[in-house]
């Protein structure tokens, strides 16, 4: 996904960062259209964008790059990849900290429309970037997410860096929010490049190119919606050592939420400085962990 000048109407929070058009061509990209509902990018809002980049250099191991929406917009890279968009939200506006996941669709307008249909919501969009379009919607409980129809980055997600190793859709109803991201973003429509979904272990699971991408979670198939889950997108990222990043994370003002490091992976869930949640998961040696 990528950057022009212009600021998204309403929303300066809104990251729909990649890269500029020079750094895709080195990095290769196809059209969303090849990898219909499947995570291609992640954005970060955050309060405050020299503390943002500071905690997540010295967690995450980032560095980060101008981006084209002006001084408060940059791109997270790892190994030279673009990981991640980060943007900082006007002071001013009551616009909570949060990692949002945005996911390819074949055409911004028809998505949107759908989410209307099922009763979601449309924050923002779709608007016009120089390689594609973007939206900012919400799901009928409330999680926010993100969709983009145009140019994806084929190095995102791979082995070779630290962009995402899968996403967690936390909601009261995870069989209902299958049936409404199923319907919006076509999963499991029996095209080719559509994503397949599988039941597994009480968990609805999303699989792109035969990899798990993202998980819907909301406890035992036999209980209740529980009404005080917040439904929420929670982004996992595969790292080198999570007990680093533990101490890392409270040294530089974040806040561990909590840890598993003798799990198989180890794992952590932190906040950073603004109150943004995220995952980390060790990096296993041969395939990336489901």
Not at 144 to 151: A, C, D, H, K, S
Not at 221 to 228: K, N
């Amino acid at each position: 996904m990528h950057h022009d000048d212009r600021k998204p109407p309403g929303r300066e929070s809104t990251a729909v960062a990649g890269e500029d058009a020079g750094s895709a061509r080195r990095t290769g990209s196809v059209l969303s259209e090849s990898a219909v509902g499947a995570p291609c990018w992640v954005s970060l809002t955050a309060r405050d964008l020299t503390t943002a980049q500071k905690f997540y250099g010295a967690v995450m191991g980032w560095r980060f790059r101008p981006a084209k929406l002006g001084e408060q917009f940059s791109v997270a890279t790892a190994g030279g990849d673009p990981v991640a968009g980060v943007g900082a939200v006007a002071t001013s506006l009551q616009i909570a900290a949060a990692w949002t996941p945005y996911f390819a669709v074949l055409g911004a307008d028809e998505t949107v429309s759908r989410v209307r249909e099922r009763g979601g919501t449309v924050a923002v969009g779709p608007i016009p970037f120089p390689n594609g379009r973007a939206a900012l919607l919400s799901d009928r409980d409330g999680a926010v997410f993100g969709v983009w129809e145009g140019e994806i980055l084929t190095s995102w997600r791979s082995a070779s860096h630290a962009a995402p190793a899968w996403l967690r859709l936390s909601t009261r109803d995870a069989f209902d929010a299958a049936i409404f991201y199923g319907e919006v973003l076509d999963w499991a429509c029996g095209r080719p490049e559509c994503c397949e979904v599988r039941y597994q272990e009480e968990e609805v699971v999303l699989f792109s190119g035969g990899r798990p991408a993202a998980r819907l979670s909301s406890g035992a198939v036999e209980a209740s919606p529980d009404p005080s889950v917040r439904p929420h997108w929670q982004v996992h990222f595969t790292v080198e050592d999570v007990e680093a990043c533990v101490r890392a994370a409270a040294e530089n003002g974040g806040h561990v939420i909590d840890q598993d490091l003798s799990g198989r992976p180890p794992s952590a869930t932190l906040r950073d400085p603004d109150g943004a949640r995220f995952r980390v998961i060790a990096r296993e040696p041969g395939p990336r962990p489901a």
